[in-house]
Nanobody, 117 residues
Framework: QLQASGGGQLQAGDSRTLSCVAS????????IGWFRQAPGKEREFVSR????????NYADFVKGRFTISRDRAKNTVYLQMNNLKPEDTAIYYC????????????WGQGTLVTVSS
């Protein structure tokens, strides 16, 4: 089970860290991803990290602003978001998939990030 948290109402230029806590499973050999869905838009990929080696990957629109990381001891993945923009407003979801698969088959409930100009 994944639990995302950390969203809130922010101003442009603010920073915020989202957390995704995994319970009930070991994340060895899994990949944790962050996705977002803005109002009226389709869900899109934001970032992912491999649990074993902490290898990150980012969508172009967040490169240089967002940083993904993981804490083994806390079974938690973080998404540090800097220089937030109004277009970052969305519900942010974390999800997990096996490193051997292509489909994210475990999803958290989402956390809302609202960025005002």
């Amino acid at each position: 089970q994944l639990q995302a948290s950390g969203g809130g109402q922010l101003q442009a230029g603010d920073s915020r860290t989202l957390s995704c806590v995994a319970s009930g499973r070991t994340l060895t050999n899994w990949i944790i991803g962050w996705f977002r869905q803005a109002p009226g838009k389709e869900r899109e990929f934001v970032s992912r990290i491999t649990w074993n080696l902490a290898t990150p990957n980012y969508a172009d629109f967040v490169k240089g602003r967002f940083t993904i990381s993981r804490d083994r001891a806390k079974n938690t993945v973080y998404l540090q978001m800097n220089n937030l923009k109004p277009e970052d407003t969305a519900i942010y979801y974390c999800a997990a998939r096996s490193s051997m698969g292509r489909t994210y088959n475990s999803w958290g409930q989402g956390t809302l990030v609202t960025v005002s100009s």
